[in-house]
């Protein structure tokens, strides 16, 4: 049974730092490519950033310089760094889990966590 767990999320003030992570269990964590998706009250599932089981990366425009993915797969762990927040990344953050390739797409993830949430004050 695959488990994807979310951590990370709190209340922050605009400007500060946080790490999200993720971890997985119950399948072959090197063989997947790990992804980053937000959703925000009233809006639908976005995609943030996601990672290849190459080490290849992608980001969305609107987090592009602030937030960082890595992985441990000694640790079969994702992270999400994210600095400079802003109150507009404000959301419930899940990562997901797909074969081998990074994804945009929420329909190309197989596996998804239950989110955590990270709200930002202004």
Known sequence: QVQLVES???LVQAGASLR???AASGLTFSSYAMG????????????VAAMSISSSTAYADSVKGRFT???????????LQMNRLKPEDTAIYYCAARLL???RITADYDYWGQGTQVTVSS
């Open 20 to 22: 999200l992570s993720c």
């Open 36 to 47: 980053w998706f937000r959703q925000a009250p009233g809006k639908g599932r976005e995609f």
């Open 101 to 103: 390739t990074i994804a």
């Open 69 to 79: 993915i890595s992985r441990d797969n000694a640790k079969n762990t994702v992270y």
């Open 8 to 10: 990370g999320g709190e």
